[in-house]
């Protein structure tokens, strides 16, 4: 997310919410939020990957080359390139949204109109599911993180904790 939607560490405020967690089930609370948050981000990408080869096979007039598809799935349209999320595994199961399961077992025929706008109708609603799932995640990491600074400025030497002692 850009940095004018997420709240800088300076505004960080205490959370009525967590103010009852203990330093290290904080701790726990944020890395789970933020796992999933790995989750989530992964299979948005893989949502995004299929819409962009949709899009690449409605409008070829050859099959798509290995070539393509290192183009279709590397590239973000902003100049940047993605990168794999090595903290997901292609075994963990899919979010919560029956459409993702439905259409990673549907076949689209490319150069069938209707079956393409369908699949683009239906991965587009699971995008924005999960866009908003992700949301609502970076809301609750950034709670978690002001908690966590609100802590570490009244006992800086709390965030030493985290450092295994010998």
């Known amino acids: 997310m850009t940095g004018s939607r997420r709240r800088p560490v300076v505004d960080a405020m205490a959370?009525?919410?967590l103010a009852g967690l203990d330093l290290e089930t904080l701790r726990a609370y944020r890395h789970r939020l933020e796992a999933e948050e790995d989750r989530v981000s992964y299979w948005r990408r893989l949502v995004h990957a299929r819409l962009d080869l949709l899009a690449a096979g409605s409008s070829a007039d050859h099959l798509l080359t290995v070539e393509d598809l290192v183009r279709i799935l590397g590239d973000t349209g902003t100049?940047?390139?993605?990168r794999a999320l090595v903290s997901v595994r292609a075994a963990d199961p899919l979010p919560e949204l029956p459409e993702l399961s439905e259409?990673?077992?549907?076949e689209v025929d490319p150069h069938d109109p209707e079956q393409v706008a369908d699949a683009v109708e239906r991965l587009t609603d699971a995008e924005r599911q999960l866009t908003t799932y992700r949301r609502a995640l970076h809301e609750r990491?950034?709670?978690?993180t002001g908690e966590l600074i609100v802590r570490?400025?009244?006992d800086p030497a709390a965030?030493?904790?985290v450092i295994p002692q010998e």
């Open 15 to 17: 959370s009525e919410q």
């Open 79 to 82: 100049g940047g390139t993605r």
């Open 103 to 106: 259409m990673w077992g549907t």
């Open 141 to 144: 990491i950034d709670e978690a």
């Open 152 to 154: 570490y400025r009244a």
């Open 159 to 161: 965030a030493l904790s």
